[in-house]
């Protein structure tokens, strides 16, 4: 089965930057999507960026991390960067890495906790 396992969460303070990663294994076919989601604390999970591979490459990116966060992925190594920059207190939440395997369907890593504080 396909496993995610994501890295680089952590404690930052307002303003500063983090980059996560997502590193998939087990991909038997082909990635028709990948990005990632995140969850603040009490609230709904939302989308925060999306690669839409299958339909040439198309991104995604919440109106709230439009200009702070760049998505970008490394295809020989089937992983998924989120470049955080100007982090913000509600930026504060647990990440998740999202993939879509074109026949085996989505996959969701396990969460990597980012938080915002000074």
């Known amino acids: 089965q396909v496993q995610l396992v994501e890295s680089g969460g952590g404690l930052v303070q307002p303003g500063g930057s983090l980059r996560l990663s997502c590193a998939a294994s087990?991909?038997?076919?082909?990635?028709?999507?990948m990005g990632w989601y995140r969850q603040p604390p009490g609230k709904q999970r939302e989308t925060v960026a999306l690669?839409?591979?299958?339909?040439?490459?198309?991104?995604y990116y919440a109106d709230s991390v439009k200009g702070r966060f760049t998505i970008s992925r490394d295809i020989a190594k089937n992983t998924v960067y989120l470049q955080m920059n100007s982090l913000r207190t509600e930026d504060t939440a647990v990440y998740f890495c999202?993939?879509?395997?074109?026949?085996?369907?989505?996959?969701w890593g396990q969460g990597t906790q980012v938080t915002v504080s000074s």
């Open positions: 999202y993939v879509y395997e074109r026949i085996l369907g989505p996959s």
């Open positions: 087990g991909i038997r076919f082909s990635i028709n999507a």
């Open positions: 690669i839409n591979i299958a339909s040439g490459g198309n991104v």
